[in-house]
């Protein structure tokens, strides 16, 4: 009774946190129903998180952005350019694998500080300054298209990341051992991760939750995160974009909050005049910020270009509003301040559980568009209602 009471007030309490996940289990629960459990099979599932990747890893960075009170409206051509450069680099020009993703890679750095330059020292509004560099972005896509109209990619090192599994070293009834091992790991670092937390907040007099809502927190999502495992081994084991897409969530999340850049970015999103005034560098923050987003953008095309398998003339279209709804359904607070990667990774999931689960119904593209635009009002929504409470 005492642990229901406490399990009563840490929802209410954490609502935002929680909401996410309480949304995801909703979803998947009635499309398990709705498709006589072919939703969670195990070839779904993989290729529901594989088609989360890209987006997925454009939320973290959105995140970043909207937490600092800016928006980022280049992002999505932005991936499609740098994925047909990096198409164009393969192909054309012979460049291998190697030596072309770290290329990529900062040729979006470059791409995040020059819409960083624009915001942070020429003081051009964020989606101003975003919006023309998505147009420039898009022009830039077609004049590398233009001639093929699609770059064919036949680089198989390249098109595994998109497409490939780790190796499986052996099976254990049908089962990916490799995969089996990185999920009890994963675990592991879980759990190892929440005593650590745990601790720390007991030596400054935090306030915790008893231990036994603590054991049940550990084994639930323990529990779940084996379960994923289990059927994603049942398949063809873990993909390399679900294992880029868990390294970007491990990197960010321990950005975010274990560094005190991570600190000083949800300072300059509380109240960016208290945080120049405290002695943080807002200017700097928002070149980091900026430069993270391009990072994140170029990984993104380099991931559904690989996907593909070739590079398009319409590549990017409308990532960047997926990638803001995922933010948004993931926890992130129009007001800036508030917002955590890991749940934005969770918002990308619910969005793509959302469009699997319709397709597996054969609901029309119509409705499908409606129906996501009602989640992501729903979500703001929800976040305005929280900070009415709140306040």
Do not use: C
Request: cysteine-free; aromatic content about 10%; charged content about 10%.
């Amino acid at each position: 009774m005492k642990l229901m009471h406490e399990a009563k007030n840490m929802l209410k309490t954490n609502i935002r946190e929680y909401g996410m996940y309480i949304a995801l289990f909703i979803i998947m629960l009635t499309f398990t129903i709705l498709t006589d459990g072919l939703f969670l099979s195990s070839r779904n599932i993989s290729n529901l998180l594989d088609a989360t990747g890209y987006i997925a890893v454009l939320a973290v960075g959105m995140t970043l952005v909207i937490v600092i009170r800016h928006i980022d409206l280049s992002v999505g051509f932005a991936a499609g350019f740098m994925g047909a450069i990096a198409a164009t680099l393969l192909t054309q020009l012979g460049v291998p694998v190697i030596i072309t993703i770290p290329v990529i890679l900062v040729l979006g750095i470059v791409v995040g500080f020059f819409n960083g330059y624009l915001v942070a020292s020429i003081g051009i509004p964020s989606f101003v300054a975003s919006l023309a560099a998505m147009l420039i972005f898009r022009g830039a896509l077609l004049r590398v298209t233009e001639k093929s109209g699609t770059i064919i990619i036949k680089d198989e090192t390249f098109n595994a990341i998109g497409n490939g599994y780790i190796p499986a070293i052996m099976k254990i009834m049908h089962l990916n051992l490799l995969s089996l091992i990185i999920g009890a790991i994963i675990i592991v670092l879980y759990i190892v991760s929440e005593f650590s937390k745990r601790k720390n907040k007991q030596k400054y007099n935090f306030e915790v939750m008893s231990k036994g809502m603590f054991a049940i927190k550990l084994v639930f999502i323990s529990a779940i995160i084996a379960y994923i495992t289990y059927i994603l081994a049942g398949y063809k084991g873990f993909s390399w974009t679900v294992i880029i897409m868990l390294i970007v969530a491990v990197i960010y999340h321990f950005l975010t909050s274990s560094t005190v850049i991570g600190r000083h970015i949800y300072a300059v999103g509380s109240n960016p005049e208290a945080a120049h005034l405290s002695g943080i560098n807002v200017k700097k923050i928002t070149y980091f910020v900026f430069g993270s987003m391009g990072l994140l953008s170029a990984l993104s095309g380099i991931l559904f270009t690989a996907r593909l398998q070739s590079a398009t003339t319409t590549a990017g279209t409308l990532f960047e509003l997926d990638a803001i709804a995922a933010a948004y359904v993931g926890g992130v607070s129009a007001a800036g301040g508030v917002g955590k990667v890991t749940g934005s990774i969770i918002g990308a999931i619910v969005m793509a559980s959302l469009i699997s689960g319709m397709n597996l119904l054969g609901v029309g593209i119509s409705y499908q568009y409606m129906i996501r635009g009602g989640v992501l009002a729903a979500a703001v929504i929800f976040d305005i209602m929280t900070r009415r409470k709140r306040a």
